[in-house]
């Protein structure tokens, strides 16, 4: 299929069948997407942050690592990578996150807005989105006193990131609405979904009756 454009500011949500790959965009440089995940079967079973983290063993997630599910099940796998460098640890941005963290009453709702509007018609409900794999977002953790800082992403245009799903999925997905999560500026986001060959849909098959 050819690119989606996510406008800046804004989300959507889509089916990702088993096999399939999507291609998340950064088409002008340094913009962040914010990507969650739900089994398209059961929408309770969802990407986990804490889960991923400790089975990964590693903040830094990257081609080869995989995204797991609060059932201790892989709902993704980062087949390619030209960045290197994402995020997740944080949650998606809210009109809570402009008040609380920039002193801005901003009536926008935020990538956790748009993701409850984009995912509603999926059954999904707001209290049901915990954070998001944050592409492209640049959060370093300080090694000595573990503090966090936001600082601009360093994706240049065209850079992307590749997910492999292990599952059928309901996958959300933002143009990020944080200013200091995107050096200023908001912009849009690309994305692109490869179908899977036969053979991949036969393998993500067996491994999915493997693993219940």
């Not at 997910?163 to 690309?190: E, H, Q, W, Y």
């Not at 994305?191 to 009756?209: N, P, T, V, W």
Request: charge should be negative.
């Amino acid at each position: 299929m050819p690119p989606v454009t996510i406008p800046p500011r804004s989300g959507t949500a889509f089916r990702l069948a088993a096999g399939e790959i999507l291609i998340v965009i950064d088409p002008q440089g340094m913009q962040v997407a914010d990507l969650i995940a739900f089994n398209a079967d059961d929408v309770s079973e969802a990407l986990s942050s804490g889960r991923t983290l400790d089975y990964q063993e590693t903040i830094r997630l990257t081609t080869g690592d995989r995204l797991w599910s609060n059932r201790s099940r892989v709902m993704l796998e980062i087949v390619e990578d030209t960045v290197g460098l994402h995020d997740f640890l944080l949650t998606p941005c809210s009109r809570e996150t402009f008040a609380i963290c920039y002193d801005d009453h901003d009536p926008h709702p935020g990538c956790f807005g748009n993701l409850c509007a984009a995912l509603a018609p999926y059954g999904v409900a707001p209290d049901n989105i915990g954070n998001a794999f944050n592409c492209f977002m640049n959060v370093p953790v300080d090694g000595e006193n573990g503090r966090l800082k936001v600082l601009p992403p360093i994706s240049k245009a065209g850079d992307h990131i590749a997910f492999r799903a292990a599952m059928d999925l309901v996958i959300g997905l933002t143009a990020c609405s944080a200013r200091d999560s995107n050096g200023g500026s908001f912009k849009p986001i690309d994305y692109r979904i490869e179908q899977a060959s036969d053979a991949e849909r036969a393998a993500m098959a067996i491994a999915c009756l493997a693993h219940g």
